[in-house]
């Protein structure tokens, strides 16, 4: 390898990690891993890692900080149509963080537990000159054999995506103080979202039978769906104006166009994205209604490999600045 | 709660973590969690996290990095009887972590891979603008019911160690420019037991139906005895005379008497530490024997709630300067 060789943080994975990987990580491609459970039953293992100054902001409440932590877990185990089972915890603290700090930590999480029913199952506790940085391991389970992978998508199948995206990064925006033209309630919304993402639990419980595919956005539309199309060996065209938006978001995009790149790319958005036969549409319209949680077709599946397009009303491809976050 | 409050890193778990605790975690006093898998069989759960500048030295090579992170893991394993399964591994890397960097240390995991029989089910891979933080939860298995915990302790037990103790925090010291009387041999050993711990799987396996109680040594011996006791509601006498060294620890402790502290309390030694009826004495010597690993008996189990006392050949208290490592 030569020293000018830059790989990004997929490339990366691909060429040093899966060669360790075991048959139940599925090559990497999920996120997650699935090894047997108790009878019929199957445990989905997950791990995310959130580092303070990349994945949220010094001053970010440390209860919300442990939601944060705890919540893009639980939204991959949604992703997967999975239902929590418990989480181990590895906090790296600087000596800054005292036990006010910590008491507000881990309130965030006692809160979380009642809400999302999952418990701590161990941890590890150490001290770091750096910055705050948290590792979780969730455990969920599935029937076996029901868990939802990335690579069920087949061209003439409809791409649906639950919630709002864009406003979480719009959210972050607006604490860098950016989008002083919102309200003040347009950018509470946008900031709550930034800092509280939405696992889609039970509407991921429902997806089982009906999703062909399915993962949550957290890198941005456009990677995520890269990423599903890659691993199901498929095309997805996107209509852009279809993308559904928060009352903030669409008040942000007609102040200034150009954050259409937050929607398609920002991330953090933590909902749902997945594909289902057209002969779903009524059967999802139903489920949306059951659980509360908007469901919106964004555009279709096409038969050809890895290419995401995004297209505007009249069909012309909309230009795409940043496809997703990379941490490399 | 008054500013002037400090917790240790034990009652800050003990406070703030034992509460959001599953009944799986055991209390969070085993460092482990037991959940169901597949029929007869429990899983054991461990996440231990390391540090550069902290668990490792910035110049420690990438490749023994990550088996020490393996294998720190693979030591509570051992601990708890269990065989490895698989485990999900969490970098925070800095971007002076290049490919050259990432490929030594898949090599060092893949080494490990081979040597223990486990592989990677998944993980995280995140950038940090702070020092090399990773992070890594083992899945090992028991048979149902035999996970060898930290409670079994009974008054009257022998207390045992594998091994020799204290090797690693000398060689810690040998690295940071100490101990130039030793041998060029003996300098080499005491390092290569700091940067690679050799967790006593095959020891932990055997121990099943024989030890009553078990952890392994990582903030050091008296400091692990303690929550060996604490679990077990009992005390301890070792007998510092007993203490099992190798010839570049003896060799150390004869230059520098004052060095005896780094084999009660240096930590990092990662043996194994049990306890078992006296009637297990002849057992134990042919379990020594089939699986190569030392076992020294050290000491008895008293009845002395959580009191941990080391005595010298005579019969005399010998003073504990410093228990063991602790973060907080």
């Not at 750096?130 to 455990?139: E, K, N, R």
């Not at 429902?206 to 399915?214: F, R, V």
């Not at 956005?217 to 456009?222: A, E, K, Q, R, T």
């Amino acid at each position: 390898m030569t020293a000018d060789t830059k790989l990004d943080e997929f490339e990366r994975i691909a060429r040093y990690f899966a060669p360790l990987a075991a048959p139940e990580a599925l090559g990497l491609l999920d996120d997650v891993a699935l090894i047997e459970g108790p009878s019929g039953v199957q445990y989905v293992l997950k791990t995310d890692a959130i580092v303070e100054g990349v994945h949220f902001l010094p001053d970010d409440p440390a209860d919300q900080v442990a939601q944060k932590l705890l919540r893009v877990n639980l939204s991959d185990l949604a992703a997967k149509g999975a239902s929590p089972v418990g989480y181990l915890l590895t906090t790296a603290l600087p000596h800054r963080c005292d036990e006010l700090w910590l008491e507000r930590f881990s309130a965030g999480l006692a809160r979380d537990q009642a809400e999302f029913g999952i418990a701590l199952l161990g941890g590890d506790s150490v001290a770091t000159p750096g910055p705050i940085t948290l590792s979780l391991a969730a455990v969920g389970k599935v029937e076996q054999g029901k868990a939802i992978l990335r690579r069920g998508a087949q061209p003439g199948h409809d791409v649906f995506v639950s919630g709002t995206l864009g406003d979480a990064a719009l959210g972050l925006k607006v604490l860098q103080g950016g989008l002083a033209e919102l309200s003040e309630t347009e950018r509470a919304h946008l900031v709550d979202r930034y800092r509280l993402p939405r696992p889609r639990l039970a509407l991921g419980l429902e997806l089982a039978g009906t999703a062909s595919a399915m993962l949550d956005v957290s890198d941005g539309l456009v990677a995520d769906l890269d990423h599903l199309c890659a691993a199901s060996a498929v095309g997805a065209v996107v209509e852009a104006a279809a993308l559904p938006l928060s009352p903030g978001a669409t008040a942000a995009l007609a102040a200034e166009p150009g954050l259409f790149a937050s929607v398609l790319g920002g991330g953090d958005d933590y909902e749902l994205l997945f594909t289902a036969p057209t002969a779903s549409r009524i059967a999802l319209d139903r489920l949306a209604a059951n659980t509360g949680i908007a469901v919106t077709r964004i555009g279709r599946i096409v038969d050809a490999p890895r290419q995401v397009r995004v297209i505007d009303a009249q069909g012309r491809a909309v230009k795409v600045a940043s496809r997703g976050y990379r941490h490399f």
